[in-house]
């Protein structure tokens, strides 16, 4: 199986809005709603953002959202803050019960 | 309190096998939907998952590396190993073990372990 598809780079100024895509086939996503999102900052633990597609674990801003449409996955940041700048996966729980991460994108605030 | 910490040699020569430990706390993987997962970043590349043990012992594998990976669990000792045959320098990374549950998503990572493979 291949890496899910991600944008290499997304900017913004502080304030504003990114979006990030995460695009993938029908055997990558099966049939459920397991795609998770992970910020990863160089030399650090990669952080879970997003579970199940567009639910927030406890202390994530809810200025992270997800959501998902066909074999498209995405992750919003809004209100972009300097801590935002970090690189991002998807990651989904496959229709062949494995997992596969997506390419990454890095996100950074002007 | 989650925690897990990776553990295992920081410089492997290719052909050899890498022998890594994940040694958790705060949680059992004797617990149901609980699982332990393995991921890499290779520098300059992006996260790649390599494999996971749940709570009834079903171990899922990637399937690109299926053939060189073997993870086991010792739930009495809160571990997971796992090895890797015939290391190449392009699986030179950092290597995390990471906590899974129902959401089939991983909610707390270790820090990571940096492995060269290099003669």
């Known amino acids: 199986q291949s890496a899910l598809t991600q944008p290499p780079s997304a900017s913004g100024s502080p304030g504003q809005s990114v979006t990030i895509s995460c695009t993938g086939t029908?055997?990558?996503?099966?049939?459920?709603?397991?795609v998770s999102w992970y910020q990863h900052h160089p030399g650090k633990a990669p952080k879970l953002m997003i579970h199940?597609?567009?639910k927030r674990p406890s202390g994530v801003p809810d200025r992270f959202s997800g959501s998902k449409s066909g074999n498209t996955a995405s992750l919003t940041v809004s209100g972009l803050q300097a801590e935002d700048e970090a690189d991002y996966y998807c990651s989904s729980y496959t229709g062949s019960n494995n997992y596969v991460f997506g390419t990454g994108t890095k996100v950074t605030v002007l | 309190q989650i925690t897990l910490k990776e553990s295992g040699p920081t410089l492997v020569k290719p052909t050899q096998t890498l022998t890594l430990t994940c040694t958790f706390s705060g949680f059992s993987l004797s617990t149901s939907d609980v699982g332990v997962g393995w991921i890499r970043r290779p520098p300059g590349t992006a996260l790649e998952w390599l494999a996971v043990v749940y709570w009834n012992n079903d171990k899922r594998y990637s399937p690109s590396l299926k053939s060189r990976l073997t993870i086991t669990k010792d739930t009495s000792k809160k571990q997971v190993v796992l090895t890797m045959t015939n290391m190449d320098p392009v699986d030179t990374g950092t290597y995390y073990c990471?906590?899974?549950?129902?959401?089939?998503?991983?909610?707390?990572w270790g820090q990571g372990t940096t492995v060269t493979v290099s003669s």
């Open positions: 990471a906590h899974g549950d129902d959401t089939n998503a991983f909610d707390i």
């Open positions: 029908s055997s990558d996503f099966g049939d459920y709603n397991f």
């Open positions: 199940e597609v567009s």
